[in-house]
């Protein structure tokens, strides 16, 4: 299988590169390129060509655009307040990500976790305090959206300097 020239791919957008293999063969196919090393499994139905993969850092943030194309996520809660400094403590390979479909963590092995929090926010009740962070391709949450999804959320607030808020 040649080297895809993609960061990484979902399995549906992988199967039909080759719609004249059967499924079983397909897997197989698969299967052989990820342990060749060509291309490496991310999560569930993700897949990654490390040679052409952003930044480590990024990795996640481009696997919730693609995991969650349909539904509404931002950045948000720990992942935001640690970037812009009103938590001390940096989650290191975590990324908390609050989305319109429902809650759930997925393993990106060696890359990290996703953790998705459900809300029920609209986009456009909060479209004022969100922001779009290019590199890492999805809506970014600013610092008093992101308190208040902490305590929404009803998540640890005690790292949380709240004297400039």
């Known amino acids: 299988m040649p080297i895809l ?6 399995f549906r957008g992988l199967r039909a590169l080759f719609p004249e293999l ?5 897997k197989t196919l698969l299967s052989r390129t990820a342990c ?3 291309l490496d499994r991310l999560c569930r139905g993700l897949y990654i060509c490390k040679r052409a993969a952003p930044p480590n850092r990024l990795v996640l943030f481009h696997a919730v655009a693609l995991l969650r194309a349909d539904e509404f996520n931002y ?3 720990e992942t935001t307040l640690s970037e812009e400094g009103v938590i001390s403590q940096i989650p290191t390979n975590w990324i908390s990500i609050m989305s319109s ?5 997925v393993s990106c092995g060696i890359f990290g976790t996703i953790e998705f929090i459900h809300t029920c926010q609209k986009p456009v009740r909060i479209r004022e305090q969100l922001y779009y962070d290019e590199k890492c391709r999805l809506w970014r949450a600013t610092i008093p959206l992101a308190l208040r999804d902490m305590r929404a959320t009803h998540r640890n607030c005690d790292l949380i300097d709240w004297d400039p808020y």
């Open 101 to 105: 479909g429902r809650s759930n963590v």
């Open 5 to 10: 020239n993609v960061i990484s791919l979902p």
């Open 22 to 26: 059967s499924n079983a063969t397909f």
């Open 75 to 77: 950045i948000s809660l």
């Open 36 to 38: 060749s090393r060509y």
